[in-house]
């Protein structure tokens, strides 16, 4: 594996329909960026686009938290990175940052997969070809400091007294 830093996705374009009444991207397409830029890291761990069709399994997401920090506008070029945090047998934790073309961040996020056989369907350990993919991932990206962002509460912040 050769990925010892987060994984960045190709160049996304905000569309013309994800623009909501405000001019800028509505909230769920911030989602579907995050979700298109996971399916090209999901690649490096076995899970291609082929995988749901030739093997019966696939990934569902058990939790996404997304913090928005600043628009994107139709038009605007994005890419996401992926940094796989943790993974087990059947679950991998993962973190990502959504990137304007210019460099600054826009939004990040962090999730919770689960490994899905969809005979089920249900939660189940993933097949060795895969497990050793999700493990060589989780390695190579072992070394890399954990985001500020990880594990943070959600809720309102009072000040003392």
């Not at 993974?87 to 993962?94: G, M």
């Not at 304007?100 to 490994?115: C, I, Q, R, V």
């Not at 189940?124 to 985001?147: F, R």
């Amino acid at each position: 594996m050769t990925t010892a830093t987060p994984f960045m996705s190709s160049d996304m374009e905000v569309l013309p329909e994800w623009i909501d009444y405000n001019g800028h991207l509505n909230m769920a397409y911030y989602n579907v960026l995050f979700d298109h830029g996971a399916d090209q890291a999901f690649e490096l761990m076995g899970f291609g686009p082929d995988y749901a069709a030739k093997r019966k399994m696939t990934t569902y997401t058990a939790e996404f938290h997304v913090r928005y920090l600043r628009e994107v506008h139709q038009g605007d070029k994005v890419r996401v990175a992926f940094q796989l945090l943790d993974a087990d047998e059947k679950r991998f934790h993962f973190c990502q940052w959504l990137y304007h073309e210019d460099g600054w961040l826009s939004a990040t996020g962090e999730g919770l997969g689960l490994h899905i056989d969809m005979s089920g369907p249900r939660v189940a350990p993933y097949p060795p070809d895969v497990a050793e993919k999700v493990m060589a991932l989780k390695q190579a990206h072992a070394g890399l400091p954990k985001p500020d962002f990880v594990g943070q509460p959600i809720g309102i912040r009072r000040k003392d007294g």
